[in-house]
């Protein structure tokens, strides 16, 4: 009768996508063939239940998937290995509901075949459920829903993944990313400057004030300097007041300084409080950057700082015990003028994970955090070195009867 052109799937959140039909080219027309009209799908020929067709011009649907158009020669994620990988084959399966996708093939072929062409060598089959598709069109973002698998990784794992999408891959894991305000603000201080530069030069003031609202304010005053000088006044409006007075802060500080490192929220407690009352405190302290929680700060008067203890030492103290009597009551120190490197061998002089930052007459203001410091000092190109190889593959779920290694041949 005709020729395949694709194969439509709908897509079933986490179980595997349905094929619902196929296109066929019959006589220089496009048609859609139910499922139910196929009898078999074969590696050399499809047989149809009857001859008998819809000579209709095939339109796609709003949630239909194209596996050639959408899928094959496409980039996925790979979830395990956190990285955009392409599909070059595709697999189906027979089941009780009907033919379902089940594994894809990213090993890189030596010519690409169509989605029901077998080719040589040896596939790397894995479970379609290790994979998080990017699509690209919007019929199917509503199917495939706001995160899935996506919103389960690290935001620096998603921020690699920005910075290795072009530009309409970059565009969907953002737009998925942004339902979850909280994760997509973490993203953004994951990002290497120029990414964060390119992906908001997109955005406008008020969509990136947004943003920045709810990342760490010392994050937010290097993003708000990486933007264009026409736009750091607007968005800086658009912030709300206590994050703006933060921003504004940190931006009066070299960047490169321990001033324009540090974070401005720091756990305090009064010289004479218990044990107990400064556990209480660390945690109740849900708004302050768990990095910055592995100490508390003695102060006294106009917030001078008086001393430091861990919460190591804290959790192993009497509770009743003054906090005077189980500090250090002569704290490593830095002015928010010492340069980062010096804060660096600070750390490293005395095995710290925090540096408290004081003004003149030693009032505490910041604090400064090992992963800040150690953002800056690591070398450019120290960070693009391939990461360690994952752990071999384990995919999320299987099906009781089946591996995704154990299916029949590619069709």
């Known amino acids: 009768m005709g020729r395949l052109r694709d194969v439509i799937v709908r897509l079933r959140g986490r179980d ?122 919007a019929g199917s973002a509503r199917v495939r829903g706001p995160f899935a698998r996506l919103g389960r990784l690290k935001p620096a794992d998603i921020a690699d993944l920005l910075e290795e999408a072009n530009h309409t891959e970059s565009q969907e894991i953002l737009q998925r990313v942004h339902a979850d305000p909280e994760l997509e603000a973490d993203v953004f201080e994951e990002l290497e400057p120029d990414s964060q530069t390119r992906l908001f030069r997109e955005r406008t003031d008020a969509e990136i004030a947004e943003v920045i609202a709810r990342m760490r304010a010392d994050d937010a005053a290097d993003a708000i300097n990486e933007l ?75 917030k001078r700082l008086l001393g430091v203890v861990t919460l190591v030492e804290l959790l192993q103290a009497d509770p009743a015990a003054r906090l005077e009597e189980v500090a250090d009551r002569d704290p490593v120190r830095a002015g928010p003028d010492t340069d980062v490197e010096d804060v660096a061998l600070l750390m490293t002089d005395y095995n710290l994970l925090t540096v408290p930052v004081v003004d003149d007459e030693d009032r505490i203001v910041g604090v400064i955090t090992v992963d800040d410091v150690l953002d800056v000092v690591i070398p450019e190109d120290w960070r693009r070195r391939e990461p360690a190889p994952h752990p071999a593959h384990r995919p999320e779920e299987l099906t009781p009867d089946r591996s995704p290694h154990d299916a029949p041949p590619a069709l």
């Open 228 to 302: 264009p000088q026409h736009r750091r006044r607007p968005v800086l409006d658009a912030l709300p007041a206590g994050q703006r007075t933060k921003v504004l802060t940190l931006m009066g500080f070299n960047p490169s300084s321990a001033g324009g490192l540090m974070a401005l929220d720091v756990l305090t407690a009064a010289a004479n409080s218990t044990v107990a009352e400064a556990l209480r405190a660390a945690g109740e302290a849900r708004a302050l950057q768990p990095q910055a929680l592995t100490s508390v700060y003695l102060v006294g008067q106009e």
């Open 16 to 137: 595997y996508p349905l094929v619902t039909g196929v296109v066929a080219r019959v006589g220089g027309r496009e048609l859609f063939l139910p499922a139910a009209q196929v009898a078999d799908l074969d590696g050399e020929k499809i047989t149809l239940v009857s001859p008998r067709v819809d000579l209709r011009h095939f339109e796609r649907r709003e949630g239909e998937v194209l596996l050639r158009a959408d899928v094959l020669g496409h980039r996925v994620i790979d979830v395990a290995d956190v990285e955009l990988v392409r599909a070059y084959d595709i697999e189906l399966a027979q089941r009780p509901e009907g033919w379902v996708l089940t594994c894809l093939d990213t090993r890189r072929p030596p010519r690409l075949w169509g989605v029901l062409g077998g080719r040589g060598g040896q596939p790397d089959w894995r479970d379609w459920k290790s994979f998080e598709p990017l699509i690209g069109h």
